[in-house]
């Protein structure tokens, strides 16, 4: 009897450890939204980098660190990886609905290449050459590795054309910058649980 | 206008229509209308509308008149089941305003075959004739055919033809009006006709400007800037005897937009203007060797130019220009022949050359086409009428292509007509959509490529010079383009009642497309921008229902109502909906979730309901009268915010309109008519997407008729 509660309480223990060092690294995770403003003109204009961690947008001059997870430019986005940046980012994109997902892969996340970026432009918007306007497609879930390894979701919910300060232009004024509007959830515990 | 509204107005004109309806008709109407008249174009030939076995919509001078409408696409869009579509091109990306065009039986505007006195039109903008270069008042009737007609017409007449027919009679007249009203809108016509024993001569001139109107005063840009324009048309008919007859009819139409934007959103800096030249020559011989034998030889020469110049204001520089120009020459004869007394055989063959010039393309492209079709007309027995019909087409474009149509007509009693019709319709691919060669200037950089100036061995080549960064698999798929192909059939029924005066038809129909060409991206430029070419990809339909129902009452009452259900949908999309693979935001901003059939509307630009109403009195002598006329659409879909392709939120659609219009005349003196136009009653505008719509306006008109034989 004494053997047994003793393989008992030692097999309690042995789970307890198990669970909690499953239960570890996950931190319950929020979904927010944002709005982050990108330049118009892929030639010319500039990256916006942006930090799931910190929840906001990251100054050009950090370009080189690993203080951002992915950048936008236009409809060019790149991660924190490869030929992009000093980080072990990656990326992949789910057709899928944003809140279904609650695990993020354990594989299958892509770097920027030269010549091949890990998000393919045009996969997840729909451009109208006619009216020129290019519209996120629903479904398209965005997996990120952020530059420090954590997992992050995300779902682009529109992309507005506006002047400088972020105002909405119509046609026929020029858009000076897109202002996309994003919905993403971070697990800054390192789990792949959201 | 509330939503409940804009629901209960339609109801109401259905019951007022079914009131008015229930009343009998007095024997002694001033008005009998004309029951049975001819109509040229369901059957290359002078036919009875009774005896007529597709759907056919006939409007005639008289209501035309009365409705004081000034342009072709005011009278088009208070018709049942004409949709007026707005051009969805910018002046801010030199694409042009692309004026109005109609659907037919929900096909869009580039699928409608429009022809004037029985000759194809040229001159499309972003796939679309504008409607409103046409004046009304030298036209004698329009006749619609509804579901396709290639196998008659050839390529375009897939929703349908829009024949377009202009006066000439047997008669002296002078005829001139002139008319005034909001935004300066001035429109000016004379004609005269004279008739000599071998010779008839129809002259006709009309102007036509106004000032343009503003619909939204929180931009700096005007809804519609000004415009005018002129037309003017010589018709000759000789009679060399009783048998042979030439008719020479040119006309010529010129136009000047004027645009004025602001790139900057804040005040106008550019402008510039937009000048449209449109010619037809088109004689015709008639020969009738007997009674049997007929032949018609027709030589067709069109021109259309649009010419495009807009300037940076302050530095006078070159903001966009683009010329663009368009030659149709066509050689015809159609030969018919009684060949029994039940039967008619047409058959007939044409050639076609065609070139189009414009800065868009790499060098000037031209395309030949030759093509012959057959049809018989049989009717065995005298309650039996069967059409079928081919047509063949020779292309240099897209190589050969076979239409056949058949149609039954089925004479029930005296008064019910029961008609079947299949025919398969055909769009050929477009100058655009092979030989477009368009690097955006603007700072995306895009590239657009026709289908044949793209090829993959060039983006290979770009690929070593870095040009292009990645070819995109569906850049291998891009092969020649094939024609846009439908399968049409409509089943109707046609019913007199017993007051003569009443009548009623209903049409279902159904139209399956396929080979749809769609634009895809093909490679990725060093900018990261998309490279598009074009494709036979998609598949699509569009089915519904029409009624219309007309009758007179009272002494001079006439009214009639139209309905049409309009249900479309593309296929691919339908496909990946049941496997669960499509999403949508319900608000702008809202997460995605699954889409189900329900929230399926169809193609875009299509409204499911439309209902008109119309009132018409003239008085016993003709002295005084008027028109009320209403016309309902519902909401539409126009914008695709959550990239699945069709309209699923509020924020997607354009709301539904509901427009009346009236007019009151008055003979004021033996031939002087004065006329005022009430028109959008209820003030009901959409500076977005109905921008062809001003507010409420007025226009007063006085018109001469001077007739001496």
Redesign the interface.
Known sequence: MYLKNILIAGLFIVMGIGLSSCEKDYVPTEVK?TDILTD?????GAYTYFSFKNGTVVANTEAQTTNWDFGV????FIVNSGISGPGEGGVLIQ?G???EILEAPETGYLVDET???AI???EW?????????F??????VFIFKTADGKYAKM?L??ATPT?ANGNT??????PTKIKY?L?YAYQEGGSRKF | MSDILRGIIPVILMVLSSVSYAQKMPADSVLQRELDEMVITATRTERHLSNVTVPTLLVNARSIQMSGNLRLNEVLQEQTGLFLTSGTGSTSVGGGVFGNGIQIQGMAPDYTLIMLDGEPLIGRQGGIIDLSRFTVSNIRKIEVIKGPSSALYGSEAMGGVVNIITEQRRKNYISSGIRYGSYHTTDIYSSANLDAKKSTFYLFANFNASEGYDLNTGTPEKTIDPYLNGSAQLKWTYRFNDRTRLSWNNRIYQGLQSSYFAINGNEINISGNGITTDMNINPVLTHLYNDQLKTILKLYTSFYRYEQKLNHIDTEETYYADDFQHIYLRAENQTEWNWHPNAQLIAGGGYNLQTVNTSRYRTEKEEHLGYAFVQNEWKPGAKWILIPGVRYDINSAYGNHFSPKLSVQFKFSDRTNLNFSYGSGFKAPDFRQLYLYYINPAAQGYRVYGASEFSVEEMEKHLLDGLIIKILPEAYLITGLKPEVSHGFNVGMTHKYKSRDLRMDFNLFYNHINDLINYLPVAITNNNTLVFSYMNVKKAYTGGMEYNISGSFGKGFEWSSGYQLLLTGDQDVLKKIFKNEVYGRDEPLGASRRMSIWDYSGLMGRSMHMLNAKLNYINEKGAYGGSIRAIYRSRWGVLDRDGNGFANMKEEYAEGFLMVNMSLQKKIFKNLTLQLNINNLLNQTDALYVPQNPGIHFLGSLQWNFLTK
């Open positions: 939204t118009v003109n892929p030639q010319t430019k236009f409809t060019t057709n609905v944003f809140d010549g091949d970026l393919v432009d045009g918007y729909d451009y109208n050459p006619v009216t020129h306007t519209a996120p497609k629903a479904g398209k779902e919910l529109a002047d232009v119509t046609p026929p004024t020029f509007t919905r």
